[in-house]
């Protein structure tokens, strides 16, 4: 499953809309997309969009005990918010522990359980996330989660980028490939072909909407 390029673009967009629009879970500060849309490809196999959240602090921790009494979840009103959790109960997601889990109920919110999209969630920066994770592969010789670092920011706190989506329309962004890309960060050569070639076998077997989130 794929999508045509001007339909990966509008599904962007259809997501910033509701990050502009709506309450989310947790504070959102960047919108930014990379892979395959950001290099103007078409079809786009995966759309990849980036959130950078803030982490939440003074919610409302006093109604956590209601909703794990009502939805069987803890943390509602300390990890994600409560007033986002009343308008959004269909959307409460956990980790394995119980815990509210940001990343998953952002990707409840603005996903679809069936289409090609990977939504990557921190509460660092796209540029900051791409150091720190190639940094963690390279100590322990694991490329899969290495994050494309070829990424176009469209919305940052609470504005969109003024050329950006216009740029993504038009296919003007310029990138180089993933080896060279990842051989500008300071990997030699032989090293950037490998970590390029892990990450395209681990993108190829991924299907449907899946989230990572990630601490930095």
Known sequence: MSMDRPEAVERVEEIVATVEDETMPV?????WVYGDVALGLDPVERLDVYVTKDILFKDAPERAEEFKRSHGVDGVGKTVRAAWADEHPEYIRANASGHAAPEKCLAAHLLNDDE???LEVCNASFEDNVTQR??????????EQILDPRGACLWIDGERSPDAFQKLRDNEFVFPTLTQSLSMLGMDETEAG???????????????ATVRGDVV
């Open 27 to 31: 504070p959102v500060r960047e919108v």
């Open 116 to 118: 090609p999209v990977h």
């Open 134 to 143: 190639l940094k963690g592969a390279k100590m322990r010789n694991d490329y």
């Open 194 to 208: 490998e970590a390029a070639d892990a990450v395209k076998e681990y993108r190829a077997h991924q299907e449907g």
